[in-house]
């Protein structure tokens, strides 16, 4: 059966059962993917946060900030059959994009990302299992549903197992 | 982000001059007569930026500035990665088709075509609007579509779930040269056109 890729954009959250499906974030530069895997409830679920949290207090998009975005995802997971405790946790993404002199990008956006996700995770008792985060180029994560793999390539890079 | 019909119309054609000088300039650096399209302004979601040039995953070359002064930007141009060699091609003079690898002079080079298109726009837009403003010096970004363009899209997400640009390309020759222009006011700024419009 061929793999379905369902793309999780730009502050969006998608949970899966069926297994010929992929959840895919593309292009991540300064955003994380995070993903989640209940391997016993065969659910999956990804996270495409673009900021760390919420500046004003809006969160109508809860997905858009990883202070909102992460435990959505959980409470997402858990409607389609998941169980906390059991939840695989890995994360991809939050390069910094912009390294020329004199380039301004406020406050390595990037950085924020990945430190406000560890710290979330942290808050919630949740285990980050594995991650694959920095450095400056941008990535394109998968999470396979069938299997629970979650994948990483980057431009000019072979795809590689987030274990 | 509150925009109405005229701001866009009043965007759309103080833009096409600035837009008609970028292209002039871009026409004395390369050599090449190069016409702008009509730049329209459109409100993007933030969640279709990444879906343009054939998708967030495809190779691209991303030039990144900003402006300060009275009118705070940001410019991207967008293409792309066999079309931003073919531009180095004739920047420094090479046979089309030579440049295959972007190295540190050819992104020089790439670079400078983002000085030359963002500061000839500006130029002519802050002569029209009797501003101040200057470009950053520029970012020159290999990677796939979606990861240059978050630095766009980290940029408004915190104030907006969609973006307000002023979008045009390039035609080389009687072909659209597939360069994507887009100009990306801040909230300020905006405020400051509406002021001048009214």
């Known amino acids: 059966m061929a793999d379905q890729a369902l793309p999780v954009g730009l502050g969006e959250i998608k949970i899966s059962k069926s297994p010929g499906d992929v959840l895919v974030a593309y292009g991540l530069g300064s955003c994380v993917g995070v993903g989640m895997y209940d391997p016993v409830a065969k659910v999956a679920g990804m996270l495409h946060a673009v900021l760390p949290q919420s500046l004003n207090g809006t969160e109508q998009v809860p997905g858009k900030f990883v202070t909102t975005g992460v435990p959505k995802l959980i409470e997402e997971m858990e409607k389609a059959g998941a169980l906390r405790s059991r939840l695989q946790v890995r994360m991809a993404g939050g390069a910094n994009m912009l390294t020329a002199p004199g380039a301004k990008q406020a406050f390595n956006i990037g950085e924020r990302n990945v430190l406000q996700a560890r710290t979330t995770l942290d808050t919630l008792r949740m285990r980050l299992q594995a991650e694959d985060v920095g450095g400056t180029v941008g990535r394109t994560v998968r999470l396979f549903v069938n299997d629970g793999r979650m994948t990483v390539k980057a431009l000019g890079s072979q795809e590689k197992a987030l274990a | 982000m509150n925009t109405d019909d005229n701001l866009k119309l009043f965007l759309e054609t103080t833009g096409i001059q600035g837009f008609q000088h970028a292209a002039e300039g ?6 090449e007569q190069i016409m702008p399209t009509r730049p329209a302004t459109r409100m993007v979601p933030l969640v279709d930026i990444p879906n343009v040039l054939g998708g967030p995953e495809r190779e691209a070359v991303g030039i990144y500035l900003q402006s300060e002064g009275d009118l705070v930007a940001q410019f991207v141009l967008v293409l792309p ?4 060699c073919e531009l180095v091609d004739l920047v420094i003079g090479e046979a089309v088709g030579t440049t295959q690898v972007l190295g540190s002079m050819e992104r020089s080079a790439l670079g400078e075509i983002g000085n030359i298109t963002t500061g000839y726009f500006l130029n002519r837009v802050a002569t029209i609007m009797h501003w101040d403003a200057r470009p950053s010096p520029p970012a020159v970004i290999v990677d796939m ?4 363009l978050n630095v766009v899209t980290a940029t408004v ?3 907006s779930d969609e973006v307000l640009m002023l979008q ?3 035609v080389r020759a009687g072909r659209e040269v597939e ?3 887009w100009i990306i006011p801040d909230a300020n700024s905006l405020e400051m056109f509406k002021d001048a419009r009214s």
């Open chain 2, 145 to 148: 579509v979606g990861a240059i």
């Open chain 2, 179 to 181: 360069v994507m222009f």
């Open chain 2, 26 to 31: 871009l026409s004395g650096m390369l050599g």
């Open chain 2, 157 to 159: 997400a915190g104030i």
């Open chain 2, 168 to 170: 045009g390309t390039f």
């Open chain 2, 81 to 84: 990665f066999e079309k931003a």
